[in-house]
Each structure stands twice: as structure tokens, then as C-alpha cells.
């Protein structure tokens, strides 16, 4: 068994929200919003296995052994529930997490995930591949890190769209205008979860760096929902 203690950054008081970076970064991507949100949520920033200051431990480097790192955490910490706020893998982590323990998931936020490699754009996907390809031939270990990091986007995740149908938490999509998610596809996870909301804001990818407050302001009005209050469908901007 490969039990590894994940780097967590704890702050604030209330309801658990775990905050779940991308590949290749760490916590301190959302180092802009920790503070907001840990005005009214108690907030759990991890270190996912391998990186930032998490140790990379023995076990498979993939999306499902990451999922299952989330839920020792909960489980050693004594949540029993909690919101999740996942960006890019981390958004897939979050969704992978929340469709085999859905009684563990509160509300659930996906920020520029994806259901399958197939769901990034080639203009993006196509330089990940190769580079990844290049990292797998040399032997050094910065090389046998990258590749590691770039395989998981090379040949993860795969959730069929149909499993997304099984979800029932409150669920808000969002993501930029001009994300390196195809946009058809950001849509597809939204009309698949039943009752999801889907948010679009002007940027890339990466929108909660560029545009914190209009992040901040979105992740917060739909985690400030009563359960089972529905509001009005946000505002979708043409994809």
C-alpha cells in the first residue's frame, strides 16, 4: 500500500472546499482566491501526488490513483463531505472522485475539464503528444518527469458521457471563451450532469489567474446556493 501524506494548505472557517490545481502545478495556483474563499469556507488547497510538495510515492502516476489520494485525505482529515473546485486535471480528478463516492461530494465545481484527450483542441493536444513522445525517449529524470506529467494528458481521462448522468450534486461548469477545451465538448460535460449550470468568461484556459474577480464571483454566487435552490441558467456566451 502506497499511503503518502499530501501538502495541504488549510485556512479559514466553514463547510470544506478542497481546491484541486491542474498538471504539472500546485496549490498555490489558486494562491489569488485561497483567502476569498476562506472567508466563508474552510479551505483545503492540495498538492496533488508529484507535485509541488507532495511526494510522488510508488503507486501509478494516473487520474484514478489521484482520486483515490483525495479520499485517504478526506478520510485522515474526518471530512465527510466536502465542495470540490477542480481546474483542468484537477477538474478531472474532481469528476472522477465524485462519480465513485458521490456521498462525499457536496457541490462540485469544474473549471476547463475534459472527458477524454479527444475533448482538447489539436492546437493544443498535438504538441502535448509529441512532446511527450520526445520525453519518453531519454533516460534522464527530468525527461521521465515530463513524460509522466504529459502522459496523463496523452492518455487520460476516459469517462463515457453517459456515466455524468449519475450525478446529482449541485454542479457548476465553467470555463474561458477561448479555453484549450473544445468548446462543443465543455458543453456536452454541461448537458450530461443533470441540472448543471455552465458559466463561460472571457479568457483562456487559465481564468482564474487572468480574471480572479470575475472567477471569484461566479464559484462563490454558486456555492453560496442553498441545496437544492436552483437559479436562473447563467448566461451562456456563444462557443
Aim: aromatic share 8%; charged share 25%.
Amino acid at each position: 500500500m502506497d499511503d503518502i501524506q499530501l501538502y495541504c494548505q488549510r485556512v479559514g472557517q466553514g463547510h470544506p472546499l478542497v481546491l484541486l490545481h491542474g498538471n504539472g502545478e500546485d496549490h498555490t495556483y489558486f494562491a489569488p482566491l485561497i483567502p476569498r474563499f476562506a472567508a466563508f469556507r474552510r479551505v483545503y488547497a492540495l498538492d496533488t501526488r508529484g507535485h509541488g510538495q507532495s511526494p510522488r510515492g510508488n503507486a501509478p502516476f494516473t487520474l484514478v490513483q489521484f482520486a483515490r489520494d483525495l479520499l485517504a485525505f478526506l478520510d485522515r482529515e474526518g471530512i465527510e463531505q466536502a465542495d470540490l473546485l477542480g481546474f483542468s486535471d484537477g477538474g478531472n480528478i474532481a469528476l472522477l472522485f465524485a462519480l465513485e463516492h458521490p456521498e462525499r461530494v457536496s457541490r462540485l465545481v469544474l473549471n476547463g475539464a475534459n472527458l477524454d484527450p479527444g475533448g482538447v483542441k489539436p492546437s493544443t493536444q498535438i504538441p502535448i503528444v509529441l512532446g511527450y513522445r520526445i520525453a519518453s525517449l531519454f533516460p534522464g529524470q527530468k525527461a521521465r518527469r515530463n513524460a509522466e506529467l504529459l502522459g496523463l494528458m496523452v492518455r487520460e481521462p476516459h469517462i463515457p458521457p453517459g456515466e455524468l448522468e449519475r450525478l446529482t450534486m449541485p454542479t457548476l461548469v465553467i470555463a474561458g471563451t477561448r479555453d484549450m477545451i473544445r468548446p462543443e465538448h465543455t458543453r456536452l460535460i454541461a448537458e450530461h450532469i443533470p441540472g448543471a449550470r455552465l458559466q463561460l468568461l472571457e479568457g483562456s484556459h487559465f481564468i482564474a489567474k487572468e480574471s480572479p474577480d470575475a472567477f471569484y464571483r461566479a464559484v462563490a454566487d454558486f456555492l453560496a446556493q442553498p441545496p437544492g435552490e436552483r437559479r436562473p441558467e447563467a448566461r451562456r456566451d456563444s462557443l
